[in-house]
């Protein structure tokens, strides 16, 4: 007489991972362990559920997991899931100041490393640009937080930011050259922050030679007529104002050399 044993072999659990195979230095990514027969998971990160989030700062780049099914079996995925972390943008701001105003200012994006691909300044002034290297004239004063936001090939970024204090002011020259030398061949009142503005210019008996309410339009010189002003001393009345009142009457003297 002999006995009869029945052996049940059961199939492995079968597990895939899936999930984003790639992230930047910043960014969290979640990859998942897709089993039909799993009741128990354990992953080389030594975390327990099908799910596990993986962030930037991680120092593994091949996950795998272990399943157990209601038998006990176990089995590991197929091949470990590979996570490619990317390197992100590095980006500073430079800048200068340049125009009679002082309020023009050329930026530069500072590339620390990346291969960037858009760039976006944001000055605050509810202006923007998507130029590398933008020049931007803030027209009012105030504190203006400047930002700009860089994106690499692989669609990381990175920012920085700076503060602007562009201050009222204005400047009153007293002498200029109108001979076509291309230096100081206008009469300009360099200002900034102005809410009123208005220049007039006499000759010596009082009659007017020049008129604007724009403190970027400069005289050159001429009448109104267009023929050119002799030299001499002339008088302006100017109106402008801004958080004060810098309204004056004065003169400046034309020289043709």
Sequence with gaps: ESDTVNLVVNPLPQVRISGDSSLCAYESITITAE?????????????????????????????????????????????????????SPE???????????????EFEADIIQGNIDEYTW????GEQSNMPD??????????FDVNLIV??????????E??????????????????EDGFNDNFL?????????LLVIYNRWGAELFRTESHKVAWDGNTHSGEPAPEGIY????????????STTGHVTLIRE
């Design 151 to 160: 994106l690499d090939e692989n669609g990381c970024y990175d920012t920085a």
């Design 91 to 105: 980006v500073d701001i430079l800048y200068g100041v340049y125009g009679a105003f002082q309020n023009q200012y």
């Design 35 to 87: 089993s039909r027969e799993a009741v128990d998971f354990l992953w080389n990160t030594g975390e327990l559920d099908s799910t596990i989030v993986i962030n930037g700062t991680s120092i593994l780049q091949y996950y795998n997991v272990t399943v157990t099914d209601i038998n006990g079996c176990k089995n590991d995925a197929n091949l470990p899931f590979k996570v490619r972390l990317l390197q």
């Design 134 to 143: 933008p020049v931007h004239d803030f027209e009012q004063t105030g504190i």
């Design 122 to 125: 944001i000055f605050g002034d």
């Design 235 to 246: 008088y302006f009345e100017l109106i402008a104002t801004g958080s004060i009142d810098h």
């Design 189 to 197: 009142i360099p200002s900034n922050g102005m809410q009123e503005f």
């Design 162 to 179: 700076i503060q602007l204090n562009i201050i009222e002011n204005i400047e009153i020259p007293n002498v200029f050259t109108p001979n």
